[in-house]
């Protein structure tokens, strides 16, 4: 069974300071994908990650890929309150189209 | 970008009837994607919708409970059958933007509730 495990489930951090969202997976993966999820709204892609030591940023986020270690981290530099999310890893197992979608992080900017 | 949509974009069901959700993508697609969200959980995958052959579900979901119909390469249905209000949930439905990344695009989804 394909098992993909976010660490932490929820986060609450200030404003202002940095912290990594991990994304452990169980089977060998080619690609992997963030998402991010507002409360009541749908997702929305953040990060598509391509290949081992691919590194993608946009703003304070920022997202790594470790295909041998099979795992991802987003890492969130100086917090701000428009960060408040729930954000989502996805890798894609090799062969296959479909995603599967991990545990899930919501993260809670408070300030 | 590629857009999505989806209705209805909620529903409030009484418990023992069937309920067909829409999606329509504004580009053609070969593969579309039905996800069930239940409240506070992560994405679960129902099932791939392809053109032209039946789609194929994942373990734990069955063809009876959740038909899928796709008529063409931009128009998908599920239909929740017979619903209890362990049914509640968001169901999304996405599609592989355009080009080899493989990322998904989502629709706004649909927010059952059963009662």
């Known amino acids: 069974e394909l098992k993909v495990e976010q660490n932490p489930l929820f986060l609450s951090m200030q404003e202002g300071k940095n912290y990594t969202i991990y994304c452990n997976y169980s089977t060998t993966s080619d690609r992997l994908y963030w998402y991010r999820q507002d409360p009541g709204k749908s997702l929305e892609s953040l990060f598509v990650l391509l290949s081992n030591g691919a590194v993608k940023q946009e703003g304070r986020l920022m997202a790594s890929l470790d295909t041998k270690a099979r795992l991802s981290t987003l890492h969130i530099t100086a917090a701000v309150h428009d960060l408040s999310a729930t954000y989502f890893c996805a890798p894609r197992y090799a062969g296959n189209e479909k995603l599967t979608f991990g545990t899930g992080t919501r993260l809670t900017i408070i300030p | 970008s590629a857009v999505i949509s989806q209705k209805p974009s909620r529903d409030i069901c009484q418990r023992g009837t069937s309920l067909t959700i829409q999606c329509q993508v504004d580009?053609?697609?070969?593969?579309m994607f039905w996800y069930r969200q239940q409240p506070g959980q992560s994405l679960t995958l129902i099932a791939t919708a392809n053109q032209g052959s039946e789609a194929t579900y994942e373990s734990g979901f069955v063809i009876d409970k959740f038909p899928i119909s796709r008529p063409n390469l931009t128009f998908s249905t599920l239909t929740v059958s017979n619903m209890s209000p362990e049914d509640s949930s968001i169901y999304l439905c996405?599609?592989?933007?355009?080009?080899?990344?493989?990322?998904?695009?989502f629709g706004e989804g649909s927010r059952l509730t059963v009662l």
């Open positions: 580009s053609q697609v070969t593969m």
């Open positions: 996405s599609a592989p933007r355009q080009g080899n990344t493989g990322e998904l695009f």
